[in-house]
């Protein structure tokens, strides 16, 4: 744990604060959790007081930010000289000077949710490798294995963060439901994820749809269905699905949940009023004939 919490740490490092911002973290409560996992208060009072506490016993220390920008604190039963490994408005990441010692992690309980600093930083490095990553809109694969470019088509090749030659399904970093599958880096396919809404038997559920453009559906596109007991598709015969944009369509899908007819309700609607309007040219041609 200890050396994958460096290798975070490492990444994190040029985003860090400086302890000068000391607005970031005097007069306000930390939490730091020892290893037998107790929890102890701190409060840095401005006035360079070191407020600690453990199950309600208090001890009253010091604190100094050092011209070095070192955080010297007396905690009155020891003395520690503290380089800062990273700061934020949510955690707070000391540690020993000259040692490689395990980090002195404070948290703020309130953002880090179940005192898990782990996940809260493993979090945090991915939204700032992907907010690096969007500022470079080369198109390729990203350190997160997520796709970054606009207009990609099949058949592009794209180059790799990682150098290495990237196989399988890959999301993209601006869209949650925009996925490419990749072969040796070279794109095979590009769907999205989409649910549309189908009305079981008075039941309105929602299916999800393997689509080549958003809030359509065309044959070949795919029902990604798993199996239930209070759901049955039906196969070879018509149904409705509905997309969250009121898209309606009728479709048709074989054993394999694949579709193979599919058109828009809107185009029923065109088909009923030609054969109205034709109907009723007839009628007036032959109302007209007899006068």
């Known amino acids: 744990m200890i050396d994958y ?50 199950n309600g016993l208090v001890n009253v220390g010091n604190w100094r930010l ?28 000391l540690q020993k000077n000259g040692t490689d010692d395990e980090p002195f992690i404070l ?4 953002i880090v949710k179940n005192h898990n600093y782990l996940t809260y930083l493993n979090e945090l490095d991915t939204k700032l490798i992907d907010e690096d990553d969007k500022k470079n809109k080369h198109p390729r694969i990203t350190r997160n294995n997520k796709i970054v470019g606009d207009h990609l088509q099949i058949g592009d090749i794209l ?8 196989n399988g399904t890959f999301i993209h970093l601006y869209s949650k439901n925009k996925f490419f599958e990749i072969e040796n880096n070279i794109i095979k ?19 999800k749809f393997k689509v080549k453009i958003l809030d359509n559906l065309f044959e070949g596109d795919e029902l990604i269905f798993e199996q239930n007991d209070n ?20 479709i048709k899908v074989n054993e394999d949940y694949i579709i193979y007819k599919s058109y828009p309700e809107i185009f029923n609607l065109f088909i009923l009023g030609l054969f109205i309007f034709i109907f009723l040219l007839v009628i007036v041609i032959l109302v007209s004939s007899k006068f």
């Open 107 to 110: 948290i703020d309980e309130q």
């Open 189 to 207: 396919s590009i769907y999205y994820l989409q649910y549309f809404k189908y009305n079981n038997n008075g039941n309105v559920v929602k299916l």
């Open 231 to 250: 759901l049955k598709i039906p196969i070879h015969e018509n149904f409705t699905v509905t997309s969250n944009e009121k898209y309606s369509y009728k």
């Open 66 to 93: 050092l011209a070095t920008n070192k955080l010297l604190i007396d905690r009155i039963t020891d003395k520690l000289l503290l380089n800062n490994i990273f700061l934020n408005s949510d955690i707070l990441i």
């Open 5 to 54: 919490l460096k290798n975070i740490l490492t990444r994190l490092k040029k985003h860090s604060q400086n302890l000068d911002k000391i607005e970031l973290f005097v007069d306000r409560s930390w939490i730091f959790i020892d290893r037998n996992q107790n929890n102890h208060e701190y409060i840095f009072e401005r006035d360079g007081k070191l407020i600690m506490s453990y």
């Open 159 to 166: 180059s790799n963060d990682n150098q290495v030659f990237a």
